[in-house]
Antibody
Framework: QVQLVESGGGLVKPGGSLRLSCAAS????????MSWIRQAPGKGMELLSY????????YYSDSVEGRFTISRDNAENSLSLEMNSLTAGDTAVYHC?????????????????WGQGAVVTVSS | EIVLTQSPDFHSVTPKDKVTITCRAS??????LHWYQQKPEQPPKLLIK???QSFSGVPSRFSGSRSGADFTLTINNLEAEDAATYYC?????????FGGGTKVEIK
């Protein structure tokens, strides 16, 4: 069964750090670009970051550039997001998601598999 | 940044109705527009890719189309299980963006 399962969410104080993990199963993880997408309460969805299949290419949105770091371990079929300098504005449900296909620019593809999401709450 | 404007924000409909949701892109995106369904406490599910291609396993009552910069998700013969929020997403250029969502409620 193709599946993504996030872990590591929780309550953190402003300025704090948190590391999210995403365990992949049921597919050849090392063949796919992966991403982190968040949904903040009452707001829309936002692509935060993505990483190429080898890990050599990374993208960050302006809102997290310099604060968040994406990484992957293809041997362990896992994706991570290290989040630093968190603010209340980072409170959201964080999903890992798989880009569906290849091509010259993977980000042109939709997200075909999503994790259930990890809840991150930033509050004092 | 490409802005996607969905309309309406909310639809209250009856089973067997036909539902139409529109997503307008602020810039040219070709067919790089995808539709997702999200039910409460669940992650989004891909319904339609590249404007009009049905994703594997999606019921045939869901379809997508494009007319210029306007994209439409149509649900024919609505079923109670279709109550959800629907989002469009453009993958033409970075940053990838999503529409604000359309909530479909069953009367």
């Amino acid at each position: 069964q193709v599946q993504l399962v996030e872990s590591g969410g929780g309550l953190v104080k402003p300025g704090g750090s948190l590391r999210l993990s995403c365990a992949a199963s049921g597919f050849s993880f090392s063949d796919y670009y992966m991403s982190w997408i968040r949904q903040a309460p009452g707001k829309g969805m936002e692509l935060l970051s993505y990483i190429s299949s080898s890990g050599s290419t990374k993208y960050y949105s302006d809102s997290v550039e310099g604060r968040f770091t994406i990484s992957r371990d293809n041997a362990e079929n896992s994706l991570s997001l290290e989040m630093n300098s968190l603010t209340a504005g980072d409170t959201a449900v964080y999903h890992c998601a798989r880009f569906s296909g290849g091509g010259s620019d993977w980000y042109h593809n939709p997200f075909d598999i999503w994790g259930q999401g990890a809840v991150v709450t930033v509050s004092s | 940044e490409i802005v996607l404007t969905q309309s309406p924000d909310f639809h209250s409909v009856t089973p067997k109705d036909k539902v139409t949701i529109t997503c307008r892109a602020s810039q040219y995106i070709g067919d790089d527009l995808h539709w997702y369904q999200q039910k409460p406490e669940q992650p989004p599910k891909l319904l339609i890719k590249f404007a009009s291609q049905s994703f594997s396993g999606v019921p045939s009552r869901f379809s997508g189309s494009r007319s210029g910069a306007d994209f439409t998700l149509t649900i024919n013969n609505l079923e109670a299980e279709d109550a959800a929020t629907y989002y469009c997403h453009q993958s033409r250029s970075l940053p990838l963006t999503f529409g604000g969502g359309t909530k479909v409620e069953i009367k």
